[in-house]
């Protein structure tokens, strides 16, 4: 049993993060023993270095995830379920030490990173349940000549790339389907937020994963590395969580080994309060919606439609609201906003809030960066956004919320939907009749009616048009891992 850590006096030092790559179910260096620099957007230092991989090891990682993939398929369901469920055990008695790795290298408020752990370890959890539950099914062929017997296989060896928003929950979500469905897996985190992966690599490791079933490979060349991963023919799944660029790019990549793909993509959010909704209940789900995780979520609320005889009500509610937010670094306890992940990340919102204000519309509270060596942006209202400004159309990916008026339903669902995007919704309404019609009419792949958030690893997570492909969590996101074998019975 590990002990409780302090929560106050941790250093990187001694949240004793592996700092290797990690193969065969060993620490290793990469092959030229380069390193890579992760740093704490809270401050700009240098928190510590990790292995920097080669496309050799990348060709490594898959020969030892290879190698495993024959005796952890046949493992007994049972066993794989156990092992699962000891890896949600762990990660949850090491959850502080996480959340606290989570917040020194990604920059989300501690609060926020416990939230993301105790999500991440369900899937843990959850997929521990439904590795039992790979269920095929058998029938008489129409003609009676013999019987249809159907069966679910693991895919077989799975390469999985996550971005540096859910350091946590973005690998587990899809770590843990994987393995439950029988396969074995190269986990490539994002540079920017590599080591929770190494920590989360590590916990699997004490839970009793075998040596190759997870590998993870950290680089500072990852279009070079992911190639060769990609290129190789023993690799048959590739399972991307990230933007909407590089989702396409790897598509392509995908293409010349006829990959089986699931892509997980960028957002563009609507949120659409009416003018019947409980206007305290639509404020507090804003807050939700719009700044878990500083705002830096594919989830965020990213267009704030309101009703006309609403808005200013709303607008005077959300701006009281974010002007009283706490913005810190983003390990102190009573912070509730921590930094951006990166200097490019304040620049780009920067640009958006000025784009808007150049069209017209209004700062209600902040429209600034702060000033530290951190990568702080002030939390914002901007109100009166016109519909061709390019925070409507793009992902902000920050702390500002952009607010723009409506009259008609009809008017609502046209703008919620005019976009590539089709990711996450929300509708707030106190007529369930008229949130369920316009969630329906929606184009996206989830809609939260009268809530602020969508994630839960029972239920599908995934996005229609260019956010992306297929689903995670739920029964569907096993699925994903497997392929259907057919064979035609005559007995
Ligand atoms: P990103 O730039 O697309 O990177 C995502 C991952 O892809 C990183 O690990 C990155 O590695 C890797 N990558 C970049 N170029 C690659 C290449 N040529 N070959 C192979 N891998 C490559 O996205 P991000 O900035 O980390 O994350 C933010 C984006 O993710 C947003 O668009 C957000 O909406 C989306 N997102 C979607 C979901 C969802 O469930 N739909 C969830 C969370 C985030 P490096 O770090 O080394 O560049």
Redesign the pocket.
Known sequence: METAVDRTVLTIDELAVPSGLFIGGRWVNGSDFGTVGVFNPSDGSLLTEVADATPADGARAVGAASEALPAWAATAPRTRSEILRRCFELMTQRGEQLARLISLENGKAIHDARSEVAYAAEFFRWYAEEAVRLIGQISTAPSGANRIVVERQPIGVCAL??????PAA?AT?KLAPALAAGCTAIL?????TPLTSLVIADIMTQAGVPPGVVNVLT??R??E???VV?ADPRVRKLS????????R??LR?AADQVLSCS?????NAPFVVFEDADLDLAVDGAMVAKMRNGG?????ANRIYVHRDVHDLFAERLTRRMSALRVGAAVDADTQLGPL?DEASVVKIEDLVRDAVGRGATVTVGGSRIDSPGHFYAPTVVTEVPSDARMVTE?I?GPVASIIPFDTDEEAIAAANSTEYG?AAYVFTEDLRRGLRVAGRIESGMVAVNRGLVSDPAAP???VKQ??LGR?GAHEGMLEFTETKYIAVDW
């Not at 790339?161 to 859910?166: E, M, Y």
């Not at 991307?240 to 989702?247: A, I, L, Q, Y």
């Not at 892509?263 to 957002?267: A, I, K, T």
């Open positions: 790339i996550t971005p540096w928003n859910f973005m979500r490539k985190p994002a540079t920017l680089t500072s990852t279009g590395v992911m190639d990609l991307f969580t990230g933007s909407t660029e590089v989702g790019h790897l990549r892509m997980e993509l960028g957002g830096q979520a594919c989830t965020a992940v992902e990916f990711l997570f995934g996005g956010s992306g995670e």
